[in-house]
């Protein structure tokens, strides 16, 4: 256990390492900016998994969760094709 410097008041707090820790003086996030870096990529992720076109919703029928499903299977499937095919072909002149 340490201690880090708010960065909104300026004051020493008891700091975990945790990037959610909270000053115990001004009583807000000791991250800063990692906590904004980290809650953006969040959004980010969020935002490009809702964006895939086999993401199972909860408003889905249980037939397009079945479909979505076999199509997540099959292009997993491609993608291992076409990496094995890319590792053959780099390894082929070694």
């Known amino acids: 256990m340490g201690e880090k410097k708010c960065p909104h008041c300026g004051q020493w707090s008891v700091w ?7 000053c115990e003086h001004c009583g807000k996030p000791l991250g ?7 809650e953006q990529r969040d959004r980010d992720t969020q935002a490009n998994e809702e ?20 199509g997540n299977f099959f ?3 491609y993608l291992a094709i076409i990496t094995f095919l890319a590792w053959v072909i780099a390894a082929l002149p070694g």
């Open 75 to 77: 292009y997993t499937i």
């Open 32 to 38: 800063g900016r990692d906590l904004e870096y980290k």
């Open 51 to 70: 964006q895939w076109i086999f993401y199972i919703k909860e408003t889905d029928s249980e037939f397009v969760k079945g479909m979505k499903k076999v």
């Open 16 to 22: 975990t390492t945790d990037i959610n820790d909270i």
